[in-house]
């Protein structure tokens, strides 16, 4: 199983980016959904996550600016994020909970990073 996050780059204050992961590889089902961002020491904060039948959370830092979504048939998670703010400027990373056979349990997989970084 793999994740492959693409749609980092850079933006001015106030503007906006797509983020998207999509899932591929030996895929039974996926639950959970989300992004992450790098914050000090290695850890991982959530920034957004989404189930499958799209109840969503979002952290407190985002909430009315980013939008979480999801293609089920495309095993692809997306993160829109608009009004962005200097203190966006991070590496994210988006998760997934799949299963890769019917007799299995469900992992966390992680992508790599992809970088935002806002700035004029």
């Known amino acids: 199983v793999q994740l492959q996050a693409s749609g980092g780059g850079l933006v001015q204050p106030g503007g906006s980016l797509r983020l998207s992961c999509a899932a591929s590889g030996r895929i039974v089902s996926i639950a959970r959904m989300g992004w992450y961002l790098q914050a000090p020491g290695n850890q991982r904060e959530l920034v957004a996550d989404?189930?499958?039948?799209?109840?969503?959370i979002y952290a407190d830092s985002v909430k009315g600016r980013f939008t979480i979504s999801r293609d089920n048939a495309k095993n692809t998670v997306y993160l829109q994020m608009n009004a962005l703010k200097p203190e966006d400027t991070d590496v994210y990373y988006c998760?997934?909970?799949?299963?890769?056979?019917?007799?299995?349990?469900?992992?966390?997989?992680w992508g790599q990073g992809t970088e935002l970084t806002v700035s004029s």
């Open positions: 989404i189930s499958r039948d799209g109840h969503t």
């Open positions: 998760a997934a909970d799949i299963r890769s056979n019917y007799y299995g349990s469900y992992q966390y997989y």
